[in-house]
């Protein structure tokens, strides 16, 4: 038929043709080495034909993109195109979500995986998610510090609109259910005491001497109950974050940042609403007499920790206030030592990092140590609102999340070998078991040394304090408590998962911000060192003091549990959570 003879070449060059198509004509049988060739139908035809187009437009796409990856490689890091114009064009953005999805190990489906396998093999890379990780950063889609946790987990960032929204009708008609029953206390001297890049403030305090020499202290605790009611379209959005997110690259509050910085936080100098708890001290630290109140309140004072140690330690006449806050609380840790309570106070690493999307952005990192008196005073605050909270609870037969902890009976004379501080704080917490939560009646907090706990101080950035809130200010408005003591329950396993889930998130992005910052540090830096404990032989765990780092080392014979060493990084990769410390002998 093609040319008019059946010569063994003619026949076959018609073999070569018809084998070499795949379109038009299929081998029917093969014997030996005879190929019987016959058409394929006109439907098979437009079918094969339709796949082959598909194929070649498919790989037609994959090498322009392969192009557009090349040439944002090659960019310099500050003219690579903004990660916005990777998302314009449906098959681009598809491409790069299989690429995205495949760095962080969540493909959906075997389509992505294989999508970003191409890609890979394209650009001539091995098919690990490291390499997409790379691949990414390296066209500018992701910063060189992206928070991978953050993607993995999946936690949300911004509010939806809808939500953003109901916030701001309620700013905008901000009713006050408990307006005629607040108590004026716009006449005390309040002090507000937070880290310096607080965003919003939860909890002041004040304080005055009785005539007959006892300490009355107030917390006074903000009041985002006045604006969100339980089961709200606010409020649900609150419970499904449980806590407001803080990372050293940014904060993600609970609530909307305009309704919690506006409506809810404590601010310097301006009326405030407020939930406080008043005390009066016996002189052994014990409380005497409590009282919980709606209340309106005009700080006076917003004082970084920094700020409010230096005020205590210049002992100022014209701020008598902050030094009866300060023998309060050692009052307060005097009676709960009294009481069997556990000091764990340890060194606290905070970490700020302004410009998280620059190649190398500045890390401000600041160590704090929690027997600081400004953080003493602040915490035995806290605690001592816990404790008048759960006895009002108790009083009153209120539902609330009670705190226990049921190892009441640490032998701390056992760890009297050990230096005081983060040494011996870490051998206790070792052995420490976790908290418990009962909703009906307070339970022991034997660590604490309290009698019953709630956690009263934080209802803007955590859920189950705000959960208290309803509880409480239910019964002072002389209604019943919204939630029973099975909903709380409930609610709490969900709100605790999901606080875990943060809390992880916010330990490993402070441990590779860590890691980050030793690892621009100059090689031939010596760093302080103490030995928590050994783990093998001569190999320690051991505490970075000017980095808040806790890290292994080999050390040397002869020291011991509580010596200080010094040490030098030998490697630090922040990515793989590596990092590498040996000890410099002098």
């Not at 003091?545 to 509580?562: F, R």
Request: aromatic share 6%.
């Amino acid at each position: 038929m093609i040319f008019g003879s059946v010569e063994p070449l003619e026949s076959y060059c018609a073999h070569l043709l018809l084998s070499k198509d795949d379109l038009y004509f299929t081998v029917l049988e093969t014997k030996g080495s005879r190929s019987l060739y016959g058409p394929r139908s006109t439907m098979q035809v437009e079918e094969l034909m339709r796949r082959k187009l598909a194929k070649e437009a498919a790989e037609k796409e994959l090498q322009e993109l392969v192009q557009l990856l090349k040439s944002a490689k090659a960019m310099p890091s500050n003219a690579k195109p903004p990660k916005t114009s990777w998302v314009v064009e449906e098959k681009i953005r598809c491409k790069i979500e299989s690429l995205e999805a495949y760095a962080i190990d969540a493909c959906k489906s075997n389509d992505q995986k294989k999508i970003a396998g191409m890609i890979l093999t394209a650009m001539g890379m091995g098919k690990t998610a490291s390499s997409a990780l790379n691949l990414l950063i390296d066209i500018g889609y992701f910063p060189v510090h992206v928070n991978l946790d953050m993607l993995k987990l999946n936690i949300h960032t911004d509010h939806p609109d809808e939500i953003i929204s109901a916030a701001e009708d309620l700013l905008s008609e901000p009713g006050d259910p408990d307006k005629i029953n607040r108590k004026g206390l716009t006449h005390l001297k309040v002090y507000a005491i937070d880290v310096d890049e607080a965003d919003e403030l939860d909890d002041a305090l004040s304080a005055t001497r009785l005539q007959d020499g006892r300490i009355k202290v107030w917390i006074h605790v903000a009041d985002p109950a006045r604006y969100v009611q339980p089961g709200s379209k606010v409020d649900r959005e609150a419970m499904r974050r449980g806590t407001s997110v803080f990372l050293p690259t940014a904060t993600y509050p609970m609530f909307p940042e305009k309704l919690a910085m506006e409506g809810m936080s404590l601010k310097q100098g301006e009326v405030c609403n407020a939930v406080t708890v008043s005390v009066i001290l016996h002189s052994d630290g014990c409380i005497a007499e409590y009282s919980v109140d709606n209340s309106i309140i005009k700080p006076t004072y917003m004082l970084t920790y920094e700020s409010a140690s230096e005020l205590l330690h210049m002992n100022l006449d014209e701020e008598a206030e902050l030094k009866l806050l300060s023998e309060a609380a050692s009052l307060r840790l005097q009676w709960r030592c009294e009481q069997g309570a556990v000091d764990t106070a340890t060194f606290e690493t905070r970490i700020k990092v302004p410009n998280p999307e620059d190649p190398e952005p500045s890390i401000n990192l600041y160590v704090e140590n929690q027997a600081d008196p400004a953080m003493r005073l602040v915490s035995e605050m806290m605690l001592l609102c816990g404790e008048v909270i759960a006895t009002y609870g108790s009083c009153n037969n209120i539902p609330l999340p009670y705190r226990g902890q049921p190892q009441s009976n640490i032998d701390v004379s056992a760890f009297a070998h050990l230096p005081e501080g983060p040494v011996r704080s870490a051998a206790i917490v070792r052995i420490m078991r976790s908290a418990e939560i009962d909703f009906r009646k307070p339970v022991r907090h034997g660590v604490l040394g309290l009698p019953g706990y709630v956690q009263f101080t934080s209802p803007i950035r955590r859920y189950l304090d705000l959960l208290a809130h309803y509880q409480v200010k239910a019964v002072l408005r002389g209604d019943s408590p919204p939630l029973s003591a099975g909903q709380l329950e409930g609610m709490a396993s969900l709100i605790n998962m999901q606080t875990r889930v943060i809390r992880r998130l916010c330990s490993s992005s402070l441990q590779y911000w860590m890691i980050e910052f030793l690892k621009r540090q100059p090689k031939e830096k010596k760093y302080r060192a103490l030995i928590l404990r050994f783990i093998k032989d001569r190999v320690a765990a051991l505490l970075l003091v000017e980095v808040g780092l806790q890290a292994t080392a080999w050390v040397s014979l002869g020291t011991q549990i509580g010596d200080e060493v010094q040490v030098r990084v030998e490697e630090a990769h922040p990515r793989d959570d590596i990092i590498s410390l040996k000890e410099v002998v002098v």
